[in-house]
């Protein structure tokens, strides 16, 4: 696509809920970033896909958060069982190989977790 | 592991005047790319402006320039002629490998 597509662009759910948040990337390119940015506050790195394979996944915040990318292209950020504290944009991005030109986001996800 | 520092985390300027907004970082990597994104409210981030660490020459994308001051470690944006669509969040970004960090942003708004 021409942009990197995210959907839904609003959640709420209720607590102890799964989401499912998606990102279309733009085509083409072969990495994917996933970064949370609570209310106010800068952005904090979740996960980073190159092609289908993620080699970082340092910044998942706990074992209720997965991520997958199927066919080098759409990815699924999952949450389960939904806590208050997830409450946050979620941010996606992409880049062409290495990213070293800068990444190019999608417009988020707002989740609210009631 | 590398930290980016935005110390102002509010700033207003008056339409057509000049601003700087201040970031730091700190890196034992010599090898690295800096950039600076906008965010208003729509949500998407938008890149303004890129510099590799290598390049001493300060990068310039029209109104938008920065001071990249290696040995400092300090990368300021520097909007020129500031109009009321640069009212945003602006983020200074730090990348090594595929490793983009993010300091916690300035809140600019951009007065008439």
């Known amino acids: 696509g021409a942009g990197v597509s995210q959907s839904p662009s609003n959640k709420v759910t209720e607590k102890g809920k799964d989401v499912e948040l998606r990102c279309d990337p733009i085509s083409g390119h072969t990495a994917l970033y996933w970064y949370r940015q609570s209310l106010g506050q800068g952005l904090e790195f979740l996960i980073y896909f190159q092609g289908n394979s993620a080699p970082d996944k340092s910044g998942l915040p706990s074992d209720r958060f997965s991520a997958e990318r199927t066919g080098g292209s759409v990815s699924t950020l999952t949450i389960q069982r939904t806590q208050q504290e997830d409450s946050a944009v979620y941010l996606c991005?992409?880049?062409?190989?290495?990213?070293?030109?800068?990444?190019?986001f999608g417009s988020g996800t707002r989740l609210t977790v009631v | 592991a590398q930290t980016v520092t935005q110390s102002q985390p509010e700033m207003s300027v008056q339409e057509a005047e000049t601003v700087t907004l201040s970031c730091t970082y700190d890196?034992?990597?010599?090898?690295?790319?800096l950039f600076w994104y906008k965010q208003p409210p729509s949500r998407q981030m938008i890149l303004v402006i890129r510099q590799e660490a290598y390049k001493q020459q300060n990068a310039t994308e029209n109104r938008f320039s920065v001071n990249f001051q290696k040995a400092a470690k300090s990368f300021s944006l520097k909007i020129s002629d500031s109009q009321l669509g640069d009212t945003a969040m602006y983020f200074c970004?730090?990348?090594?490998?595929?490793?983009?960090?993010f300091g916690a942003g300035t809140r600019l708004t951009v007065k008439p």
């Open positions: 890196t034992s990597e010599s090898n690295y790319y």
């Open positions: 970004a730090f990348m090594t490998a595929n490793d983009m960090r």
């Open positions: 991005a992409s880049s062409l190989d290495r990213g070293f030109d800068g990444y190019t």
